[in-house]
């Protein structure tokens, strides 16, 4: 009987970072067991960790280059396709280049694209696929707290006596860390759910249920604290101590009138006074959100509410307290942490003058860019030259009908990825990467928590790590010398001494720990469970800052001829753009295809019954899912996954940013619906 090996490393789907084994036979993998002494999970895994392994040996992995002759793809060398590479990218205006990568990648892979494009392209032109995630949750709580993270550890959310889930489904879309919260609920914990659709996370967790009208979350809790301040159940010493501009918001709050704020939320002043008391009077309140309120045009004013309504009771600094978002990546903390950013350098320094000077003599390189570059979509729109690693525009941004026409017209479009997805069949040039399980590398979680990834098998064909191209078009490009890395741990020894927060966390630690959260200053240091435990923030004055948010409406309303809200979003079964998920046996025969919610009232109006062809469409284009008729979803409201390219719900959704964040909004689009097959 052939022996089996047990390689430990971390699932590769959303953030929470849960820890498992690959169960290898003759060098490949054929199962995953649980890791029962991982902190973060303690053994347990939900269905897409429990079939993680499947999606490497799916079809149509990318084995060698390839690159487009008269509309068709050919095989290539490595050398072949990086020259091509190489003669577009030298001479090309920095302006003109802008490099998108991903959150599923590994911290190793993101700095050094980073190092790349800012020394060798020397442009600040990148972004992340966590842009149309959490681009709205940085600038929320840099503004009033001093750092765009989660505060507290997924661990220590046990430790909440009062949790608010604002706009997360986390029973489906992080169920690892929904039984940290089932756990704080065993122990007394009230559970408070914000959204508009009644999720099984409502059902099974809510104690109070606040299902709001859709987009309208500003004004629900500026109720909330209505009640608060008039009640007298803020928390005026740490008010006093350790903020700013609380005046300036009680003011605002005070004109508010409670009548309307009922009418535009659709929640009664009773129940927002039982959930503002429940939280109020909590010895350790916690606030967990994801997309649901990170993706509208208002989503940073949605995350600063959240936030004044932290300060507002003392909830700060203590386990089981703060703010805290959600990651979907399994890297989506990394990503910012390196600096693949259009606005700030590694370790979150503001791109500036003195952050260029600063970065290029740490890294021997002058003329380091001092301007911000521009943001994905600007990317697309506006770059001639576009090298897209491990993400599916294609499938996530919005308006991809837009996008594809802009994909088609640019000079240069290099996509390194494991398939040929929908992306990848427009670019230019292809290039094979390595999965997670063929590669060693780090990434950071949800909850800053930073973990080592065993390579478990060799890579298939000629994929190679994500970090390596890089390093071999700076060599062809004249800056060998900079880009020496032989080893991904190599690149994480530079990540030590580049980014403070990362400095005492070293591979050695990490192949012993089950992760270390930052800051983690020193290799003494054991990691940081909870942000802010010594009363001060992260802001220039160290006290955090109230922020005034008004409600304002979505910037597509519900009208006549569109007369339904949208919301798109991610189910239990089935992963972001499905490369993964949709390569894997199990998953699909759980969630095959696309499926349109809606509620029974409007199913009858409509002419629709369960399981009708339906079809839905937005000012932008049409789908055509399964209707699914459901009261889980309010009068007026439909519910779509985004997981399905033949289907693909980005095909309804606009371009329509909020400043400062750049963010679609991906839950409150104005559509029809009919019944198909007319």
Known sequence: MTELDYVPTICPYCGTGCGIYLVINDGVIVGVEPWKEHPVNEGKNCPKGRNAYQFIYGEGRLEKPLIKENGSFK??????????????????????????????TTNEDLYVLQKFARCVM?????????????????????????????????????????????????????????????????????????????????????????????????????????????EGLEDKEFIESKTSGF???????????????????????????????AYAKAERGCIIFNAGIAQHAQGVGNIQTLADLTL????????????NPLRGHINGEGFGDMGTVPVFYPGFVPVSEEAAKKFGDLWGVEGLPADPGISYMDMVEKCSILYIMGTNPMMSAPDITRVKGLLENKDLVVVQDLFMTETAKLADIVLPAQTWAEEVGTVTETDRRVQFMNKAVEAQGEAKPDWMPFCELAKLMGYEDKFTFGSAEEIFEEIRKVIPTYTGISYERLKKAGGIQWPCPSEDHPGTDTMFADGKFKTPDGLAHFQVVEHKPPAEPVDDEYPYALATGRVLFQYHTGVMSRRTERLNYEVPSAFAELNP???????????????????????RPTAKVTEDVPKGMLFIPWHFAECAANVLTGPSAGPPSKMPEYKYVAVKIEKGGK
């Open 122 to 230: 020397k442009t600040n032109n990148m972004d992340n696929s966590s842009r149309f995630c959490h681009s709205t949750t940085v600038p929320g709580l840099l503004s009033t707290v001093g750092a765009g993270v989660m505060e507290t550890s997924t661990i220590s959310i046990e430790k909440a006596d009062c949790i608010i889930l604002a706009g997360v489904n986390i029973h489906e879309t992080y169920p690892l860390i929904g039984r940290r919260v089932e756990r704080a609920k065993e122990k007394g914990a009230k559970v408070i759910v914000i959204d508009p659709r009644e999720t099984i996370t409502a059902r099974i967790y809510a104690d109070i249920f606040l299902q709001l009208n859709p987009a309208t979350d500003i004004a629900l809790l500026n109720g909330l604290m209505k009640i608060i301040i008039e």
């Open 312 to 323: 507002l009771t003392g909830n700060q600094g203590k386990p089981g307290t703060g703010v």
């Open 247 to 277: 005046e300036e918001l009680k003011s605002y709050i005070s004109k508010l009138d409670m009548s309307e704020l009922e009418q535009i939320s659709g929640i009664s002043r009773d129940l927002m006074k039982e959930a503002a008391d």
């Open 601 to 623: 009232e409007d199913a009858k109006k409509e002419g629709i019954a369960d399981g009708d062809e339906v079809i839905v469409k937005s000012r932008r284009g049409e789908i």
């Open 75 to 104: 095989e290539a060398t490595w050398d072949e396709a990086l020259g091509l590479i190489v003669d577009k990218l030298k001479g090309a205006d920095p302006s003109s280049v802008g490099f998108i990568n991903s959150g599923r």
